[in-house]
C-alpha cells in the first residue's frame, strides 16, 4: 500500500502552536530591544541638532566679540527664523546656509527634537511652529556662574559668552517639551512630560558647546538642592 506522502509532511495543530509560540516568544524579547534602539537614535539625532546650534553660536559670537543673542522680545522665540515681530531674520539664519530673507528647511526643522517633527513638512512647521529647545536665562543666576548682565535692544538680547568662568560645567541649551527660556529651578518642570522621549534622559548643550546626555536623575537633585554636592555640575545653582 502507498503511504500518504501529504499526511505525513503536514504540521498537527500541536506542532503549529508549539512555532506560533516560539515566534510570539521570541517577538516579545526582541520588541524592547528595537523600541530601545529607536530611542537610543532619535536621542542621537536630537543631539547632533544641539551640535548644530552649537556651532551656529560658535560661528556667531566668534563674528560678534564674544556675545550669544537670542530674542525674548515681541512676539517671537529666541529660535524662531524672523525675529522683533517678524521685521528682522533672526541673524542665525545665515550660519545654517539660507539668506537674511528666507528661513531653510533646516533652521525650520532645528527648533525641535526629530521625533517631534520627523513626519511635518516645511509648511507645518512654519504654521504650527514647535519648539523643544530651551535657552537659559543667564540673568537669573549671574552672580552664581559669572555670566554679565545681558544687554538688550528692540531686536533680542546680547549675553557675553566670555564671562562664563568654566564653560563645559554651564548649560547654554537643553531639550524641553515647550522651547523658550530656561530659569533656576525649572529643569523638571520644563522635562517630566517628555521623559519617555529619549528613555529617561536629556541632551544638554553646555558653554564649551559640547552636548552631554543627562539622567532625569541629575535634572531632579540640581532642582531640589541650593548646595550642590561636587559631582553634580553646577548648573542653575543659584546665589
Known sequence: MQRNQ??????TAIELLVVVGIIALLATMLLPLL???????????????????????EMYSADNNGVLFYQDSGTNTWDDPTINNGKESNPYVEYFGGDKRSPTDKML????CPAVVANMTPGQLLTTGPHNYSLSLPYTFQ?????????????GTYINLRGLPKPSEYLILMDTENGGTLSAGKLVNNTKNIRDRHGNTFNVLFGDFHVENVPYSILQQIDAQTA???????????N
Open 6 to 11: 501529504t499526511k505525513d509532511n503536514a504540521f
Open 35 to 57: 523600541n530601545g534602539a529607536r530611542i537610543k537614535a532619535r536621542t542621537a539625532a536630537c543631539a547632533n541638532i544641539e551640535k548644530q546650534w552649537g556651532m551656529a553660536f
Open 109 to 112: 526643522r532645528m527648533r525641535a
Open 143 to 155: 552672580g552664581a556662574i559669572g555670566w554679565q548682565q545681558p544687554k538688550a535692544n528692540s531686536a
Open 228 to 238: 550642590l554636592p561636587s559631582r553634580i555640575p553646577t548648573w542653575f545653582q543659584g
